[in-house]
């Protein structure tokens, strides 16, 4: 009997390898994977980094590990079962759509066994989602998700009743903040000897990672990555948040400031989606700072535990229902490339090249750059949510294809109606509104139409317009739509050709 420890199941405190301390743990370091898609080096630095973190850890601790390098899972799995025939593995089921399937083929087919058991590295397990939804008349809500998951759970409930009054507080969490708010700075782990041998090794692999050339960059520079690899690391960029940014976190949850790539919000994703920490007890974390500090106020806690007992949980299980059709969902007939400058940056815009910049120099913008400018703009541009979602996939340090599938292809461009129940589309007037960005780009936000118009607004009125049979029926659309009717339609056609002109000629 073997315990198999994926590389984003990297937790000893549950799951079968805290149940079976005695037994023999096999991890399978397999690299086809990374030259599949143009990773950003920093994401590939993380994952074998900390696998061979683990890998340390759990030996100091006296635990038999074998730890195999191959050049696919497949060969791994072989090697194992050459040294052990007919061995009997226990692992967390995968996050991944079919991943369970291919694994229990793959040890079949070497004469192995395997126990696949609930994955937990998640709150809200498979079978109570699914009694869940089986008792919704309207299915995928995440609000009432959310409601079930505080009861549930218990955090912040107060017998039946939420603490506050109220399940959510919104309303308070879109405030723009003042001169005088500076975000701390967030905490950077240093690489370690380990870390840095990895950043070469990943430089030397899989050059062209990412971009590669001629975009340059520094990123093979090992000094340069600063995600936690390890439990003690992940623990310590929890305390860093719930000590520093979590107080502001809450209201200026929606803002952008142009060079502020962290703003308040925790880092926390590449951690818990490696599995170095749970989400129970961040949020346990954060539940006890509010209890125990009258300065961090209930809105900024609550909008936390949302995050992760509401969303991250709830896109967890509309994936796994809803796979393989979400990968490919386009219900908007989206059909255009992803221009060149999601990846180069080079645009003039100046909200995406700061949100750009960032993902280039370490694979991280918060919510908000991601969905009301990288993805807004690519749906108003009318990309094809395929293309968008390998992008995303392939620069960010926390993704993985079951949380950014979901959150790319359904609420970012509204591929398949799902749970969004309207386009999260928006024009200039909303980035103006909830940043920084606008005095200081060449382009003009109250502007639609003429040379300078920001290209968000133009857009904005076509995407109406192109989209109007889908729609213009929907409700939530209707006042919008009303606006369009006053439109000079023409005027805006021809800034949206000049725009998809100068796109083409790289004068965006
Ligand atoms: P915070 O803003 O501090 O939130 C705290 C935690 O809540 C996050 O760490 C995360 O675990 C969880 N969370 C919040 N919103 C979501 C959500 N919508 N889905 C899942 N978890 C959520 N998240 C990823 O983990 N990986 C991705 O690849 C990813 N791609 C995204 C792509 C798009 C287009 C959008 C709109 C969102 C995406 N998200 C993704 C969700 C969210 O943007 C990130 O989880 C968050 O920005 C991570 O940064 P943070 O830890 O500072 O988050
Ligand atoms: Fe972005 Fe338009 Fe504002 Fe420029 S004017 S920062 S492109 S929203």
């Known amino acids: 009997m073997t315990v198999l420890v994926l590389g984003d199941q990297l937790v000893r405190e549950v799951g079968p390898i805290a149940e079976r301390p005695d037994e023999r743990v096999l991890m399978i370091e397999a690299r086809a994977f990374a030259h599949r898609l143009p990773y950003h080096p920093h994401k590939l630095t993380l994952v074998f980094s900390a696998m061979r973190h683990f890998r340390d850890k759990l030996r100091a601790a006296g635990r038999q590990v ?46 192995g066994s395997v126990d696949v058991v609930d994955n937990s590295l998640f709150l809200c397990s498979r079978a109570d989602f699914d009694t869940w939804i089986d008792n919704r008349s309207t299915p995928y809500r995440h609000e009432e998700f959310y409601r079930f998951m505080r009861r549930e759970t ?42 840095r041998d990895v950043a070469e090794w990943v430089d030397e692999t899989f050059d062209g990672s990412y971009d590669g050339p001629p975009y340059g960059g520094d990123w093979a520079d090992p000094e340069s990555f600063r995600w936690p690899v390890t439990r003690e690391d992940a623990l310590a960029m929890l305390d860093g948040f719930v000590e520093e940014r979590l107080v502001a976190f809450g209201p200026y949850q929606d803002a952008m400031l142009d060079g502020e790539w ?44 949302r995050q992760i007992i509401g969303w991250r949980e709830f896109v967890r299980h509309v994936y796994r229902t809803t796979m393989p059709g979400l990968a490919d969902a386009n219900q908007l007939d989206a ?46 541009y009318g ?16 993704a993985y294809h079951w949380v950014t599938t979901p959150n790319v292809v359904e609420m970012g461009s509204y591929g398949a109606g799902v749970f969004a129940t309207k386009p999260y589309a928006a024009s200039a007037n909303y980035v103006s509104r909830m940043s920084d960005y606008c005095p200081d780009c060449p382009y003009d936000p109250d502007e639609t139409t003429g040379d300078g118009a920001c290209p968000f607004n133009a857009l904005y009125w076509d995407f ?38 100068m796109e083409k000629d790289g004068e965006l």
């Open 464 to 501: 109406l317009d192109r989209n109007e049979i889908d729609l213009r029926r929907n409700p939530r659309m209707a006042l919008m739509y009303s606006y369009l009717d006053d439109a000079d339609s023409q005027a805006i056609r021809d800034r949206v050709r000049t725009l998809r002109r």
């Open 383 to 398: 990309v094809d949510p395929r293309q968008l979602n390998r992008w995303f996939h392939a620069g960010y340090v926390d």
């Open 335 to 380: 059909d255009a490339d992803l221009p060149e400058w999601y990846w180069t940056g080079e645009t003039d815009m100046a909200c995406l090249s700061d949100t750009i910049a960032s993902v280039r120099e370490r694979g991280y913008s918060h919510h908000v750059q991601r969905l009301m400018l990288l993805s807004n703009f690519a749906l108003l």
């Open 262 to 305: 962290a703003m308040n919000h925790a880092l926390l994703s590449p951690a818990l989606n490696l599995g170095l920490l749970r989400p129970a007890e961040a949020v346990e974390a954060v539940i006890a700072a509010g209890e125990s500090d009258p300065d961090i106020p209930l809105n900024s806690v609550e909008g936390f535990v």
């Open 154 to 195: 218990d955090y912040l409930m107060d017998g039946d009743r939420p603490v506050g009054g109220t399940w959510n507080f919104d309303q308070e969490n879109r405030e723009f903040p003042g001169p005088e708010h500076e975000p701390p700075d967030p905490p950077r782990f240093s690489p370690d000897d380990l870390t």
């Open 66 to 111: 074998e730890y195999r390098q191959a050049e696919t899972f497949g060969e791994g799995l072989a090697s194992h079962f050459e040294a052990h025939p007919g061995d009997e593995l226990a692992v967390m089921r995968p996050a991944s759509h079919g991943a369970a399937r291919r694994l229990r083929e793959l040890i079949e087919r070497e004469d």
